[in-house]
């Protein structure tokens, strides 16, 4: 092993602007862990982007490594779990913002973090999916855990181009569920009718406060990547026992709405957190979305860049300029 290896590091100047550049750094400046990792690929996702950016103050100290999620080869370890050679994944435990992450060729982290790769993933299709990837999956598995199924209709998918929803979409319709996707952008129809989604629906119909508190039922579960009043409008049109999986905030975290779909039709509202999500669980989803997401629906979602590419991502994906999954190859395979 080496004493130093390539990294994106930021650093944070006294007047606390954030600039970042590719740096050797040592060994020794790795946090704690008990699993190294030699990095083969990241991602560059929204967070990324204001992480890069310094925004949102998402990084409490300097310097820093960013890239929320990873894949690669273990390179040492003193966990029982893993021994070096294993190939392995990490999304969640705020790595990337409170732990360094994966824009270094190595990377340190506590063993409890990583699941070993299912059989038939590759490392790169490990990061095409990442961080999103395991996102819609722990929200299908949550919604069929509250009784989803292919038989009793519709399931909505909003902010559907985006990193989250692309899975979701191509992971439902891989399962047999009939597939509606919310989106603000028509060219992204061919996209999406691809990846496997039936119809569509303007995101400007859910983008306004809902005028009644309930309204006809027209979906039996939605996965929202959006909340604020499109997630108000959504809890008006779920059916009798059905469910919304709540997973991103791009539209506010405030929900003006009323306890009648709760009440009347019994809806459910599902946080899905994919931040601290256990090992079991963790590796029970990977696995799901390996044995049943065909592989080659990656290659619609995802698109690979350089290493020396990531400070122009992070610029592009704040501009909204990114579709789908941009995946980083860090070392590679």
Not at 178 to 191: K, L, Q, S
């Amino acid at each position: 092993m080496t004493d130093t290896f390539k990294a994106y590091l930021l650093r944070e100047g006294d007047d606390r602007k954030v600039t970042g550049a590719f740096e050797e750094v040592a060994m020794s400046d790795l946090p704690e862990g008990d699993v190294t990792v030699r990095v083969a690929y990241s991602t560059v996702n929204y967070k990324d982007g204001m992480v890069m950016g310094g925004i949102g103050r998402l990084v409490r100290s300097y310097p820093h490594v960013p890239g929320v999620d990873f894949s690669g080869v273990v390179e040492a370890s003193d966990n029982p779990g893993f021994k070096p050679g294993d190939k392995v994944v990490l999304t969640g435990w705020r790595v990337g913002e409170m732990h360094w992450g994966g824009y270094g060729e190595l990377a340190r982290v506590k063993g409890d973090w990583l699941v070993k790769l299912p059989d038939g993933l590759s490392l790169s299709r490990a990061m095409a999916l990442g961080t999103a990837g395991f996102t819609a999956g722990l929200a299908v598995d949550t919604l069929e855990a509250a009784g989803m199924t292919p038989a009793k209709g519709e399931v909505l998918v909003t902010g559907a181009a985006g990193g989250v929803g692309s899975v979701a979409v191509a992971l439902l319709a891989a399962k047999g569920y009939t597939v509606a996707a919310a989106t603000g952008r028509a060219e992204t129809h061919d996209y999406l009718t691809g990846l496997g989604a039936a119809s569509f629906i303007d995101r400007a119909e859910l983008a306004e406060q809902p005028g009644r508190p309930l309204n006809k039922e027209r979906f039996q579960a939605a996965i929202d990547n959006v909340a604020g009043p499109t997630l108000a409008n959504l809890l008006t049109q779920i059916a009798y026992g059905g469910s919304v999986a709540a997973v991103g905030l791009a539209g506010g975290n405030e929900v003006a709405t009323t306890v009648l779909p709760f009440l009347l039709r019994g809806v459910n509202l599902l946080g899905i957190d994919s931040v601290m999500c256990p090992a079991e669980r963790r590796q029970k989803v990977w696995s799901m979305i390996a044995g049943n997401l065909p592989m080659e629906k990656l290659d619609a979602i995802s698109h690979s860049h350089g290493f020396d590419e990531l400070p122009a991502l992070g610029k592009a994906i704040l501009k909204g300029e990114v579709r789908g999954r941009a995946v980083v190859t860090v070392g590679g395979e």
